[in-house]
């Protein structure tokens, strides 16, 4: 596995764990900050901005979609920040928060998408600290 693939497999991957047990940790504050956010639009912006940010570094360092599931999986996560981030950089918080709090279900598959990203973090972690160049 190429050295940048193992560096963001390890980054996205232990980013990805540490969010997900403290999501699971803290269910109802998680929901809560979550609405509070998307009802807030400079929070948005903000967070949209930090979002665009590192999908254009992944998709820019990263846009790999060959060579097994780890780098596929690190260009998609890269792909899906960035199209998250302009979502949130152009989209009202209106229309965000029915996009996400309504439309995806966040509260009531809460723990599907905790578990995903866990599982997500799980992998990539795996991978990026035992598979060598």
């Not at 050295?3 to 764990?17: A, H, K, Q, V």
């Not at 992944?58 to 780098?71: D, E, K, Q, R």
């Amino acid at each position: 596995m190429p050295g940048r693939t193992r560096l963001l497999s390890r980054l996205i991957g232990l980013y990805c764990l540490a969010v997900a047990v403290s999501m699971a940790a803290h269910k109802q504050t998680t929901v809560d900050t979550i609405t509070a956010m998307l009802h807030s639009a400079p929070l948005l912006f903000l967070a949209g901005v930090l979002a665009v940010t590192a999908g254009i570094a992944i998709v820019l360092t990263h846009n790999v979609w060959s060579g097994g599931v780890t780098p596929v999986l690190v260009t998609l996560v890269g792909w899906v920040a960035l199209v998250k981030g302009l979502l949130l950089l152009f989209l009202s918080p209106e229309a965000e928060s029915a996009v996400s709090l309504a439309g995806l279900q966040f509260e009531r598959l809460f723990y599907v998408y905790t578990g995903t990203c866990f599982a997500i973090g799980a992998w990539l972690t795996y991978q990026g600290f035992t598979k060598r160049a």
